[in-house]
C-alpha cells in the first residue's frame, strides 16, 4: 500500500467542516460546515465551484426536510418534507432514484425522487436512527442507532433481514463493504467492528481510539486512519489537522482522500 502525501489545503468556511465527500466520478468534492454552507470544489485543482447557503450540514435537518440541489445550476429541485422531526443522516441509492433517511423518532424512510414520495416506513429501532445506507446494488440498506443495534434491510420488501448487536454505546455510522459481504461500524463506545453479513455475527473488532468514534472516518483524536479491511491494521496515519478530523473520504478509484476537520478546513491526499 502506497504512502499518502497532503497535495493541498482547501480553506473558505469559517467554522467546523462536518462532512467531505467525493462525487462517484472523483472529480468534485462537496464540503458541509456549521457555517451553514456547503461548497463544491474540483478535486484536481481545488477550485470552488459553488456555494449553497443556509444550510447546517450536508446530513442533518432540523426542520424535518431534505433539500435535493443541482450542482451544476446551483438550485433547489426539490423538497422532500415530512411531519417527523430530526433528520440525522440521508443518502442516495447507487442509481439516483431512492433516498434514505434516519431520523430522530426511530425510524429509516424510503422517499423516491422523481415524485417526492416517500414510498417506504421501515421500523425495528428503538432510539434515534443515526446512520444508514444503500449496499452497492441498492437491494439493501443498513442503519444504526442510539439503541447500540445495526438493521439489515430489504430494499423492495422492508422486511428487516437481520439485526447486528454488540456495541456498549450509540452506533453513529455504519458502513458497507464495496463487495456488500461485510458492514462496518463505529460506536461512542470507542470501537469499529465489522461484521459478516452472511453469518450475521461480528468478525471483527478494531480498537483504535482513546476516544468515542463518531464515523467510520471521524476520530476525536484528530487522526484519520486508513485501515486494510482484510487484515483490520491501520495502514497510515495522517497527522496534519490541528483540531478534531470530523469526515475523511475516499475517491472511488482509491488514490485520493480527502479530510474535514475542526480548524475549517480541507486536506486533500494523494
Known sequence: VRDFELLMVLQAHSNAVSSVRFSADGCKIVSASYDRTIRIWDAASGKQLQTFRGIFTARF???????????????????????SNEIWDVNFSPGGKYVVSGLQDNTVRLWDVQSGIEIKLLLGHSK??????????????????????????????????????????????????????????CSLDN???IWNIETGREWKIL????????????????????????????????????????????????????????????RIWG
Not at 434491510?153 to 464495496?178: A, I, M, Y
Open 207 to 266: 480498537i483504535e481510539h482513546s476516544n468515542h468514534v463518531n464515523d467510520v472516518k471521524y476520530f476525536p483524536d484528530g487522526r484519520a486512519i486508513i485501515m486494510e479491511l482484510e487484515l483490520g491494521k491501520r495502514i497510515q496515519i495522517l497527522e496534519v489537522h490541528s483540531q478534531s478530523v470530523r469526515s475523511v473520504d475516499v475517491s472511488q478509484n482509491g488514490n485520493t482522500i480527502a479530510s474535514g476537520s475542526d480548524d475549517c478546513k480541507i
Open 61 to 83: 435537518s432540523p426542520d424535518g426536510t431534505i433539500r435535493l440541489w443541482d450542482i451544476n445550476t446551483g438550485n433547489e429541485v426539490m423538497k422532500l418534507k415530512n411531519d
Open 191 to 193: 470501537t469499529i467492528r
Open 128 to 185: 434515534a436512527v443515526l446512520s444508514t445506507q444503500f449496499s452497492s446494488d441498492g437491494k439493501m440498506i443498513v442503519s444504526s442507532s442510539s439503541d447500540k443495534t445495526i438493521n439489515l434491510w430489504n430494499v423492495e420488501s422492508g422486511e428487516r433481514l437481520k439485526q447486528f448487536k454488540g456495541h456498549s454505546n450509540d452506533v453513529t455510522s455504519v458502513k458497507f463493504s464495496p463487495d456488500d459481504k461485510f458492514i462496518i461500524s
